[in-house]
Every structure is written in structure tokens, then in C-alpha cells.
């Protein structure tokens, strides 16, 4: 199923069920609790974020050719930061570049982004994808100014300025996708395809993240874990390629569909 949340005529925020002609039927109930698939036919007024997480945690140097565009080895451990959930934005709607506490080096990185559907707590690879309830684009735009220079070394402030966390457009459950590391997966910026790649070429899979992140740790319905970018980010090129007041970014995975945003300045 794809799930899409959104605003009716009515402005109510509901969830709904794409369907392959593009028709939305509604569903009853929550993505934590269980859907009722209606034959109601929805009109959707405002496409949304398709879920508000309790937390968002971001994995780094997850690709191995990105930590090689990085120069840098690939780690022996999942790289963890973290994002607030002030960061998450709407598809459709704008990623706005920092003017008040200015960055001038705004990056793209195409992410898949699992949604865990169950409370899970020390679970192993071997069933470590029972707990998700499915997958979704995500963009992990970065301030690198802020993230390597001027962040005290740590990279929340980066990673979490109001809409850094673009999401959508819709979550596919995973009896749609069986194997989350054999999707491509790729970055369009003004209709120029910049990163194209696939997940197998994750250094951690999705299990083994799960794994490491439930590892004394609880991971509560609605956690979103953004699972690292392939190479190809705007930092990585010569010379480096920010994003752009008047840019727009597509994110793209296969079986999950088309996440784009805008870019414009704060003010």
C-alpha cells in the first residue's frame, strides 16, 4: 500500500491510499494502530509530510562511495546524528536557506527513510524488518558551513534548521518492497540528474541499522531513520555545488516514487 497523509477540502488532516490510477481512497484509522481501506474517493487539497516522526535519526558515510567522495574511510560503526522533527517539510513546499543565522553552503543528499511501525528494543538483523511499516523519500539537506565548521564539531546544527527534512510523497508498506537495498536512487536538481546510484551500495543495510540503533535503546512507533546519501552531494563537486534561491531538488527512489521541493531564501 502507499500511504499519503494530507489536507481535505475541509483542511482536515487525513490519510489515504494512492492508487495505481492516481485515485486516493481513505483510510480509517492510524499508521500505528491499523487501516481500514474505505471505497471513499478523496479529493486531496494538500499533500503532506506522509508521517510526523517522535524522532529522526541520521546515519553519515553510509554509502562507500560517498566516504570516498569525502576522503575518508568507512566507518566500523553506523555514524549517528540526529534531527529535530522542527525540520521535517511537506513535498511541494519550500526548503528555505538560512538568512538569519546565515549558511551559504546548503547541500542535497537523496536518503531512504524507514519508518518503524512497532516499539522495538535490542532486535536482531534476522527480523530486525518486522518492526518497519514502510519506506519513504527523504531529503537530508545540510548546512555544511555549520555542520563541519562552525558546529563545535557535532553536526545537529547542520542538519536541523526549519525545513531540512523534506519527506514523501507518500510511505510504501514493505509487502511492496521486500529488499530496501536493491532500489536506485537518485537527486535531480533543475532537471539535471546529480546522484544516481543504488542502495546495495550501502555500507550498513537497513537490517543491520536497525540492529544497531534498537541496541539498548527503544525505537518508538513513528521513528524515521534517514539511511545515508550515495555520492554525487553538491560538496563533493569541483567546484562545490550549493543549493540556490530559485533551485528545485527532486529525490526519486524506485517503487517509492518522486519527492520535490523548492529553494528559496529565508526571508
Not at 516499539?119 to 519513504?136: E, I
Not at 562545490?240 to 531564501?265: A, F, M, Q, S, Y
Request: hydrophobic share 35%; with cysteine.
Amino acid at each position: 500500500m502507499k500511504i499519503i497523509r494530507f489536507q481535505d477540502e475541509q483542511n482536515k488532516i487525513r490519510y489515504g491510499s494512492q492508487q495505481a490510477d492516481g485515485a486516493v481512497l481513505g483510510l480509517h484509522g492510524s499508521p500505528f494502530a491499523g487501516f481500514q481501506l474505505t471505497r471513499e474517493r478523496v479529493v486531496v487539497r494538500k499533500l503532506l509530510a506522509p508521517i510526523m516522526p517522535v524522532s529522526i535519526l541520521g546515519i553519515g558515510l553510509n554509502y562507500h562511495y560517498h566516504a570516498k567522495e569525502c576522503g575518508m574511510q568507512a566507518p566500523e560503526f553506523p555514524v549517528l546524528f540526529m534531527k529535530a522533527i522542527n525540520a521535517v517539510q511537506n513535498p511541494e513546499d519550500p526548503i528555505l536557506i538560512p538568512t538569519h543565522l546565515q549558511s551559504r553552503e546548503v547541500d542535497y543528499e537523496c536518503e531512504l527513510a524507514v519508518i518503524i511501525g512497532k516499539t522495538c528494543k535490542n532486535v536482531s538483523r534476522t527480523n530486525a524488518l518486522d518492526y518497519v511499516l514502510g519506506y519513504t523519500c527523504a531529503n537530508d539537506v545540510s548546512a555544511r558551513d555549520w555542520q563541519i565548521q562552525k558546529g563545535g564539531s557535532q553536526w545537529c546544527r547542520g542538519k536541523t534548521f526549519d525545513t531540512f527534512a523534506p519527506l514523501g510523497p507518500s510511505i510504501v508498506t514493505t509487502d511492496e518492497i521486500s529488499n530496501p537495498n536493491e532500489l536506485q536512487i537518485k537527486t535531480i536538481l533543475n532537471d539535471e540528474v546529480v546522484q544516481d546510484w543504488n542502495t546495495q551500495d550501502m555500507v550498513f543495510d537497513v537490517p543491520a541499522l536497525i540492529e544497531f540503533l534498537s541496541g539498548s535503546t527503544t525505537l518508538l512507533p513513528g521513528t524515521v531513520i534517514m539511511t545515508g546519501t550515495p555520492h554525487g552531494v553538491g560538496m563533493g563537486q569541483n567546484p562545490p555545488r550549493w543549493l540556490k534561491h530559485g533551485d528545485k531538488v527532486t529525490i526519486e527512489i524506485e517503487k517509492i516514487g518522486r519527492l520535490t521541493n523548492c529553494v528559496l531564501d529565508e526571508d
